[in-house]
């Protein structure tokens, strides 16, 4: 079993920056693919980024450049620093534990979700 605890979301000017955390209990963090993920008002919830426990990431065209995606397998935590903020970035932010792929990223565990508005 696998509980996570986002925090950091908040108001931001459109150019600024945010960073969220993901405090996760559970065994065996280091080796989970974790991830993020995102739901707009009226859309479907998507696909932001993913880090595998080798450190390597994965990232949705429209974050790439913008977003990184970290963890620290010591303190069970996960962050992601987004920077450039674009009103269309603004969205419940989720995290997620045990990412796959198939035809699209899916996850077994996730997060309450956490506010992220951008004004512009």
């Known amino acids: 079993q696998v509980q996570l605890v986002e925090s950091g979301g908040g108001l931001v000017q459109a150019g600024g920056s945010l960073t969220l955390s993901c405090a996760a209990s559970?065994?065996?963090?280091?080796?989970?693919?974790m991830g993020w993920f995102r739901q707009a008002p009226g859309k479907e919830r998507e696909f932001v980024a993913a880090?595998?426990?080798?450190?390597?990431?994965d990232y949705a065209d429209s974050v790439k450049g913008r977003f990184t995606i970290s963890r620290d397998n010591a303190k069970n935590t996960m962050y992601l620093q987004m920077n450039s903020l674009k009103p269309e970035d603004t969205a419940v932010y989720y995290c997620a534990a045990e990412l796959t792929y198939g035809s699209r990223w899916s996850a077994n565990y996730w997060g309450q979700g956490l506010q992220v508005t951008v004004s512009s």
């Open positions: 559970g065994r065996a963090f280091s080796r989970r693919v």
């Open positions: 880090i595998r426990w080798t450190g390597s990431t």
